[in-house]
């Protein structure tokens, strides 16, 4: 048993609490400022995965959150942003392929039948300027 990792893991659990399954806002709060803050500085930090997995955790149960999250599911947001981008900077499908892919993959995400992954996220948001919470 490596006790060092599960001693480093308390730490970090004591340090984000929303990794330790915390429910308060300002934990969460506290989350999103440092996801975003290691995707603009540290993107392949794998604490960005681990973040991103308890914030959506955290907003799909808050109770707080239950009239955004029932009108949220009737929108798909990643693509809603994707059209955006497109729209406002006059691009094409095939303007994407180093953030995302060839514009197949484009336009499979754009009508649903695939989903934005963290790696797409992070390269459209380093190459837009963009805070990540918009695709969550």
């Known amino acids: 048993m490596n006790t060092e990792a599960i001693r480093l893991s308390n730490q970090l659990a004591e340090a984000v609490p929303l990794l330790a399954g915390s429910n308060q806002r300002h934990d969460y709060e506290g989350a999103l400022e ?7 500085h540290e993107p392949n930090n794998p604490l960005v995965d681990l973040l991103c997995a308890r914030i959506a955790h ?5 109770p707080a959150m239950a009239d955004f999250n029932s009108r ?14 497109i729209e ?7 303007d994407f392929e180093n953030e995302i892919g060839k ?12 989903q934005l992954t963290v790696s797409h996220i992070r390269a459209l948001c380093a190459r837009f300027g963009l805070s990540p919470s918009l695709f969550f």
Request: charged share 25%.
């Open 72 to 85: 949220q599911r009737e929108i798909s947001t990643g693509p809603g942003v994707l059209r955006v981008l």
């Open 34 to 40: 440092l996801v975003e803050y290691l995707i603009e």
């Open 88 to 94: 406002q900077h006059n691009l094409s499908l095939s």
């Open 103 to 114: 514009k197949s993959l484009v336009s499979r995400i754009l009508s649903g039948e695939r």
């Open 58 to 62: 955290y907003e799909d149960n808050d």
